[in-house]
């Protein structure tokens, strides 16, 4: 139930979100909207934000790859180092095959380097800090570097190289206190660790004072907790015990209210409520689709159905209609000829001066009368067929052929 209102209040902060950013927002602005969010331990948020980032078809690949690699960077602030990868993964691929490709494998190869020295995977760590070349370097910006410089200052501390690390830690200092001093902490931190090899109390004491006015001065409790764990390690190895004891309990406070692992178990939750929520929408989406194919189907056959039974029934019109107009025609050439013949035939015989007939239709009989068909006849008098077979419909009506029956026992005395 309280993952749940928790979820329901990040949900509708975020709906505000969107209500209040209608337009489109760069990939700076999306930077320092999420990190900041991260500093304030508003993490479901950033989730939120950057899911929809991801989720959105308009979303260019640079804005997918910037959202993958604050996803990341939102996860490590949480030790969720494998969420980290995954992302990091998924921001390299967001990115492949476009014009930014080598800044983006640059900054994913950067960042790996960094979990795998926090994680302490150093077979890892060799392999990945082996392929960093200068041209890497140049894609990265300043923060970044810095952090990476502050590598180099440790891989120098490790080696008993004091002047050269402390020398990496200045130059680390210079870079974050001109492009985002909330970092500079994790730069105090090593300098503790640095003074601390160096024999050099008051130095370790005045970086971690440094150190951690900054994380307070910017509100970063993973900075605080950072820094307590290094000066807890300082007391202890220098048998400052009961100094090492009270910092060890003021870090199990700050730990106990950052919640690390509550709050990356809470963001696992929420991106599985999220990738469900997408897969329960492209499943409707799937079955509203299928619902409307089924119906075009049934709509086409339907369709199909009626041109059939028109067709059909247009072809049957047609066939009768020609079987009269045929029927029609041979009763035609049987009275033409019995008028032409002079021959008495059944007493029957056909006077066509008795009728209204027009010149025309005295043409087509006398051509029916020499056995041309309707096509021949169109030809000859520069008419269509289906025009000969109207004047033969015209004649017909004329001739009062329709009777045939009553026409036949009539004996036409005027003949």
């Keep these: ?31 320092i909207e999420v990190l900041g969010l991260n500093d304030k331990n508003q993490h479901e948020q950033s989730i939120l934000i950057l899911d929809r980032v991801i989720a959105n078809s308009k979303s260019t690949s640079n804005d997918v790859y910037q959202a993958y690699l604050l996803r990341s960077l ?4 949480l030790y969720n180092y494998t969420g980290a990868l995954i992302n990091l993964d998924l921001a390299e691929k967001a990115a492949k095959g476009s014009d930014f490709a080598k800044e983006a494998s640059s900054r994913v190869l950067i960042e790996k380097i960094f979990i795998y020295f926090d994680t302490k995977r150093n077979e890892d760590f060799d392999t990945a800090l082996q392929q960093v070349t200068p041209e890497h370097l140049q894609y990265i910006d300043s923060e970044t570097r810095a952090f990476y410089e502050c590598i180099m200052g440790h891989l120098e501390m490790r080696k008993g190289n004091y002047s050269a690390a402390d020398d990496f830690f200045d130059a680390c200092i210079a870079l974050l206190e001109k492009e985002n001093p909330k970092h500079l902490p994790i730069i105090y931190k090593v300098k503790v660790e640095l003074y601390n090899l160096m024999n050099q109390q008051q130095k370790a004491i005045a970086a971690y004072e440094t150190g951690m006015s900054y994380a307070e001065q910017f509100g970063i409790d993973i900075y605080k907790i950072t820094m307590l764990e290094t000066i807890i390690y300082f007391y202890a ?23 690390a692992a509550n709050r990356s178990g809470q963001l696992n939750n929420l991106e599985k409520e999220l990738q469900q929520q997408r897969n329960d929408i492209e499943l409707k989406n799937k079955k509203n689709m299928g619902v409307v194919l089924v119906a075009v189907i049934v709509l086409l056959l339907a369709l ?29 050439e049987f009275y033409i000829k ?29 051509l029916i009368r020499e056995g041309k068909t309707n096509k021949e006849i169109g030809g000859i008098l520069f008419i269509s067929e289906n025009t000969v077979k109207y004047h ?10 329709d009777s045939r029956s009553s026409l036949l026992k009539r004996k036409d005395t005027g003949l």
Excluded at 238 to 258: D, F, I, M
């Design 338 to 366: 019995q008028s032409s013949d002079g021959k008495p035939g059944d007493n029957l015989s056909l006077n066509l001066e008795k009728y209204d007939l027009k010149d025309r239709h005295i043409q087509i009989i006398q």
């Design 392 to 401: 033969l419909k015209v004649i017909y009506e004329i001739l009062n052929i």
């Design 304 to 332: 199909l159905f009626v041109l059939f039974k028109f067709f059909q029934s247009n072809k049957q019109r047609r066939i009768l209609m020609e079987k009269e107009v045929e029927h029609m025609r041979a009763r035609l």
């Design 237 to 259: 190895s220098n048998g400052r015990y009961e100094e090492a004891y009270l910092a060890q309990l003021e870090v199990t406070k700050q730990r106990r209210k950052y919640d």
């Design 1 to 31: 139930m309280f993952i749940f209102k928790r979820f329901l209040s990040t949900y509708l902060a975020m709906v505000f979100f969107v209500a209040v950013h209608a337009q489109k927002i760069s990939s700076d602005s999306l930077k």
């Design 74 to 77: 939102t996860y490590k602030s």
